[in-house]
């Protein structure tokens, strides 16, 4: 008691001078001691982003709270909440400053089971069947187990309209939408008597505010990929439906910015009901459609305002912008509209009552990362060459180098030799490293360093879609991936992707450490913690990471993998390749609040 009494706080007013200040002394190296307590307990028991690998890598890191778990580092409410509602601003990406966001494992929801695999998604059911394997039945329905997204707002509400309904313990979706409640099979048939969606001319599709998706993945049976987006919707999750289905998805909004993909990329753009005012903010909207849009492609609206009540007046500006760009108007069926853009050169300057002109010469219409919005129409140096009709149809184009690549500096070379050697690795792979690509286990794939979609290329004849990732300080070589037919996005791989967790199947980075550092001076941007982690929050427990680089980079990824819960094997790079890489596969795995294995 000696001790803790001569520590008690002294108060002031005692009389006793010295004494005074003898008490005022022990009490500051009291507080200055409990303060480096606090301190410290903090910094042990609160770990962040940005911490470095080797203060993280001694003890396994620690699950978020429940409530994250469908957490979106960039695309989160409670930021956005405080943005501005300027042309939908506050729904963009705003990411948390480095250092900001916890580093903690996502968990999964309770109940959750790995997702149905793909193709089994696609079995014949109908209310009559009693199980999802049911093959004596008529309808085509996708579904996927209710606990993983429990969800159900869309099915109370969109049911009627065939978006999704649950069934027990399943979410089914027929295929409908607000615009095609009949089934996207029907819709789809009524769009191929204008758009030549059966010919192998047309491959890649923007579906903007793709609801769950339905049109995306029906069109999959005509042999066209169709990227979807919609913003993030903490009541409806549609993003997060579609991923878990296997189609192809992206969380997304049309805000300020330019979308993150390249100049004249999509053989169409598809808009159903998805209420974009195209013409607003001086038609900044219809004029990133048109920079995204391959010459001879065509534009799909369905829905408001195509001879719509009480928007006459939007019905009559989107006309009369499309003729100022010189689209072709294919045909009004209905609420559907249907124009086809021009091959040639664009027709402006011309007279116009929206005053569209020209962007100036030092406009580059392929950079589209954090990029803002123009109100100007992009000058292209090709259009003929990767225009609809003139690039090779489909599965051609895929293993073809287009007029993008040849006029890189020694692009069709680089072309061919990554091409080929990306069949040789992914052969590897399967033979030599157990990588179930090729199986119902693998469906949603991405390449977190694409160059020319080699990777994505070398598995088109798997039952795979692959997210083909373009990091935004590194070359533009996305345009050439759209020409092959794939699809993809531009990423700075130090910031959240921006998808939901537990999307993808199976993740690829081929030289992870140039994703965390500057191409010109190599200095590092952020750590390789940081990155993996991101990997972990958007992989599906069991899901597979294969990693290539360096052995010293592999080695620290193999600690990384081991904080975040990873099993992990090492080996060598192919024989034939004469490299000193090593590859890192890792499985994640299944882990449940409270934190077990399992």
Sequence with gaps: MGLLSSLRPHRRGSSGGGAQWQWSFLDAVWAVFLVAVVVFLALVFTPRRGDTVAALTGAAVPPCAASEVDLLPCEDPRRSSRLSREMNYYRERHCPARG????C???????????????????????????SFCIACSEWLIFIWH?????????????????????????????????????????????????PLRSGLLRTGLDMGCGVASFGGFLLKENITALSFAPRDSHKSQIQFALERGIPAFLLMLGTRRLPFPAQSFDFVHCSRCLIPFTAYNGSYLIEVDRLLRPGGYLIISGPPVQWKKQEKEWGELQAMAESLCYKLITVDGNTAIW??????????NQNE?????????????????????KCISKVSLLEEIAVGSIDKWPNRLSKPSARASFMDDGVNLFEADTQKWVKRVSYYKRSLGVKLGTALIRNVMDMNAFFGGFAAAVASDPVWVMNVVPAKNPLTLGVIYDRGLIG??????????????TYDLIHADGINSLISDPKSGKIRCD????????????????????????DVINKAVQVARSIRWTTQVHDSEPESGSAEKILIAT???????????
């Design 100 to 103: 900001e966001a916890p580093a």
């Design 354 to 374: 929206f005053g569209l002109d020209l962007c100036s010469t030092d406009d580059d219409p392929d950079e589209a990362w954090y990029f803002k919005l123009k």
């Design 489 to 502: 996005v531009y990423h700075d791989w130090c910031e959240p992707f921006s998808t939901y967790p537990r």
């Design 105 to 131: 494992l996502v968990p999964p929801p309770p109940g959750y089971r790995v997702p149905v695999p793909w193709p089994e998604s696609l079995h014949k059911v109908s209310a009559s069947c009693t199980t």
């Design 588 to 598: 994640k795995t299944f882990w449940k609040l409270p934190l077990t294995s399992g």
């Design 528 to 551: 390789l913690f940081d990155v993996m982690l991101e990997m972990d929050r958007i992989l599906r427990p069991e899901g597979t990471a294969v990693i290539r680089d360096s052995p």
């Design 147 to 195: 606990d993983n997204m429990p969800y159900g707002k869309i099915a109370e509400r969109k049911g009627h309209q065939g978006w999704m309904k649950q069934e027990g313990s399943y979410f089914l979706f027929p295929g409908g939408g607000t615009m095609f409640p009949d089934g996207a099979e029907q819709y789809i048939e009524k769009l191929t008597k204008y758009v």
């Design 340 to 349: 086809k853009k021009p091959n040639q050169a664009s027709c402006l300057p």
